[in-house]
């Protein structure tokens, strides 16, 4: 996780409540949710509709969201058609009250394929082959043993935050837009944090709805996983920060975690800059063989918890992956897989 370096106007002071609405702009209200991990919050926005309402995420289930939700619904939105739902991508805390909400209120649900194709493998149980595939991979990684059966023991945040995954959507397709109030918000669909994450900007508005694809303090947790332990999500969300640097930087940014901000071309930069100083610093590292685990304890130490280890092992497998897809370092295939930098 990065820390905070580029100056942001955070130009609304106060965060809402949970449960309270905080209008941002004429007709657009950012709610605040609970959701049960160290980062306890997730931002969704509640959008005027003509006679209705859109709403953009929906919160990870759980009993506190649903009463938070009925109150929200029979109060600020006064029992008013919900025209549709809005998902930016398939993570449980996003996606979690999807089922809940569009079985109340008969509203569509929006989603671009590769999230919603995600979200139904995601709740899917763990097959036998699945789980000696997972085994394989965390102990290549170099993990111990005794921390590889509690990852593979460990309750998936699917289980309880998602209980009802919705089953039908419709697409949303990068660079088509969707219309909320008279006015077009286009999609940006990008890979790296998730399969096909959109962001939605409305340039009227000059607003951007970004996601978990640009915070204000952190970075997004961008993991490879067993399914794809090669693969190069680094790559992919670096060049969805190249993207979003050319968007205007007085653009009003709605980020899903953290304050609303202005100052979008300047945290791309940050972020840019916090991977490309790790991958630095990782090629660096690996002068000498290294396990994957090393490399996790290198860049966020050895005092992890079961969550968070889960979390590294896939960011640190990221940035391994990039380098070796960059030809700067070597994967050495063995039993517990190391990594080299190459003469």
Request: proline fraction near 5%.
């Amino acid at each position: 996780m990065l820390t905070e370096t580029a100056e942001l106007d955070y130009f609304i002071k106060l965060k809402p409540e949970f449960g309270e609405l905080t209008e941002v702009s004429k007709g657009i209200f950012w709610l605040r949710m609970p959701i049960p991990f160290a980062l306890d919050h997730i931002n969704l926005w509640v959008l005027k509709d003509g006679d209705g309402w859109a709403l953009i995420d929906t919160g990870f289930y759980s009993e506190e969201c649903v009463a938070l939700w009925e109150n929200i619904l029979d109060g600020h939105c006064q029992g008013a058609k919900i025209t549709k739902i809005i998902v930016t991508h398939f993570h449980p805390d996003h996606v979690g009250m999807a089922g809940w909400l569009t079985n109340k209120t008969g509203a569509p649900l929006h989603m671009s394929k590769g999230e919603f194709d995600m979200l139904h493998i995601a709740c899917q149980p763990f097959t036998k082959e699945q789980i000696k595939t997972r085994r394989n991979f965390y102990q290549q990684f170099g993990l111990a043993d005794k921390t590889v059966n509690k990852l593979l023991s460990r309750k998936g945040s699917y289980v309880d935050g998602v209980p009802n995954a919705p089953l039908s959507y419709q697409c949303m397709v990068d660079g088509q837009s969707i219309d909320i109030n008279g006015e077009a918000w286009k999609f940006n669909n990008f890979a790296g944090h998730s399969p096909e994450h959109v962001c939605l900007f409305n340039e009227q508005r000059n607003i951007l709805i970004s996601g978990d694809q640009v915070l204000p303090s952190i970075s997004p947790n961008i993991s490879v996983s067993y399914a794809a332990p090669v693969s190069d999500p680094l790559a992919h969300y670096l060049s969805s920060l190249r993207a979003l640097s050319t968007f205007p930087e007085d653009a009003v940014v709605l980020p899903s975690h953290g304050r609303v901000f202005i100052g979008l071309r300047g945290r791309t930069k940050v972020l840019m800059s916090g991977h490309h100083a790790d991958l630095d610093k990782l090629q660096v590292f690996c002068q000498k063989p290294r396990t994957g685990r090393d490399v996790m304890e290198e860049l966020f130490g050895d005092r992890l918890n079961l969550f968070n280890i889960f979390l590294a092992v896939g960011e640190a497998l990221a940035h391994l992956n990039c380098l070796v897809e960059q030809g700067k370092i070597t994967r050495l295939n063995a039993p517990v897989i190391q990594y080299q930098t190459k003469e």
